[in-house]
């Protein structure tokens, strides 16, 4: 089962021999089973990895995240073929019905808003009660944009009557490392399964590729919210980037068991594409984690 999350920085050489990735620097090299790996981030544009590699990574499903100068993550790797029916799971995916897809909109925002309000209630702020309000107001599909709501009290509650996800900041910076990270994780397991990232249930933006990656992942953000408020950054450097990073091994528990995220994410999507199908609610298993 992969649950590494290896980062490679600096100057070195990234190449596969008889199943490890080795990672090689002018000082050491270290070696990690390819089997162990479920995220490869190449941190730094002075990284080398040879094409045998990446072949053999794509292969085994491991998400590959190449870092801009900045060292902020730029763009993925993804099989164009996860599963071998494949075209039989897009098929399936293009036939979901409007109906399966408001109900299961409607969960993953209950998800959402119970998180945002969890991390509220850990820092302490008063607002947690509006957003239990929105909570009982949810129809399906959203159609009173509670989650729209909920963002705006959320996010004013949590950083300042002043703050803007537009700004440049790097709280800011930092929020949107770490959502790039579960991004990725997300977009990884829809891909294993099959399925393609572009349709999505509720984002629809013609130029997102990840369009079904941004629906799955919504409930999940309140982890990095709790983490970065936690951290209260002055600048988003090495340090705060590892802190996010490491949020993918976090434990956190799925249907009572407890998981490493990477893995509970399999499982939280797999119950994602069942309720799309299906139409019940019930066969999604959302993760449930303490802050």
Known sequence: MSWRVVVVSGNAKVDYKMNYLAIRKLDETRRVHITEIGVLILESTAISITAYAMCELIQHKVKVIFCDRQRNPLGEV????????????????????????????????????KGQRD?????????ASLLTGYLEQLTPGDATNREGHAAKVYFNALFGLGFSRDGDSPVNGALNYGY????????????????ITQLGIFHDNAFNPYNLGCDFMEPLRPLVDHE??????EALGKEEKMAL????????RVDGRRHHLLYAIRLYCAGLFKALQSGDVEEIKMIEYEL
């Open 78 to 113: 993804m099989p164009l073929y996860g599963s071998h029916d494949t075209s039989d799971r897009v098929r399936s995916q293009v036939r979901w019905s409007r109906e399966h897809k408001d109900l299961v909109w409607r969960e993953i925002v209950r998800a959402k808003i």
């Open 119 to 127: 991390v509220l209630l850990a820092q302490g702020r008063s607002a």
């Open 180 to 195: 790039s990270l579960l991004l990725s994780a997300v977009n990884r397991e829809i891909a294993a399964a099959g399925y």
């Open 245 to 252: 990073v490491r949020l993918l091994n976090r434990e956190v």
């Open 228 to 233: 970065v408020v936690c951290m209260r950054p």
